[in-house]
């Protein structure tokens, strides 16, 4: 399990390579938030840990960057404690945020839940099902040959998390988490309204959607075409 460490603390940065390296995992370091973005590319982490408050990309610009084209799992690693911080964080695509300073046995678990809860899947710039192809670099959704479908910010991340994950169960619990974060995993009311609203947007029969799947009192399915033969 490879997790890159991005921050421009030096001292940081070697702690949690001695630490994390001593139980098991292999780790890539990133000084500054462009660098961080190459880091992904080149390195395949399993998970991002992010600092906010990087040079030359800040960890905003880094979770942002990450989110038109990956789901690799985001932990902010940061010393702003604030509320607001948190929820921007959160709503720019982190998956989770621990404060500075910690302690090392809570990062291990917030860790062990990220990955534990994370199928690693393919990267693709693309997805096609049934007339509609998500461009997830451009952040676009059309139904084919060129009807751009407009979706809200919280549409797009559902939408992105089912699809990035085709066939799985997501739990609406893992849903809830990424999108508005821990605190919210009984909100399933407001989850059940998004998913309704973008079965109007992308099912032929939105009452009975054929992509966008219920798992009664578990979560979600996103179910692909198969393949043709």
Known sequence: ????????????????????????????????????????????????????????????????????????????????????????????????????????????????ALTRRTTPTPDQPSETFGGIRIDFVAKSVVREPDEAIRLTPTEWRILEILVRNPGRLVTREDILTRIWGPAHTTDGGYLRLYVSQLRKKLEAVPAQPRYLQTVQGMGYRFMPDEPSR
């Open 1 to 112: 399990m490879k997790i890159l460490v991005a921050d421009d603390d030096p001292q940081l940065v070697r702690a949690l390579t001695l630490t994390l390296g001593a139980v098991g995992y292999d780790i890539a370091t990133a000084a500054d938030g462009a660098e961080a973005l190459r880091a992904v590319v080149e390195e395949h982490p399993d998970v991002v840990m992010v600092d906010l408050g990087m040079p030359r990309v800040d960890g905003l610009g880094v979770i942002e960057g990450l989110r038109g084209w990956s789901n690799v799992p985001v932990l902010v690693v940061s010393g702003r404690a604030g509320a607001a911080d948190k929820v921007e964080a959160l709503d720019a695509g982190a998956d989770d945020y621990i404060t500075k300073p910690f302690a090392m046995d809570e990062l291990l678990a917030r860790l062990r």
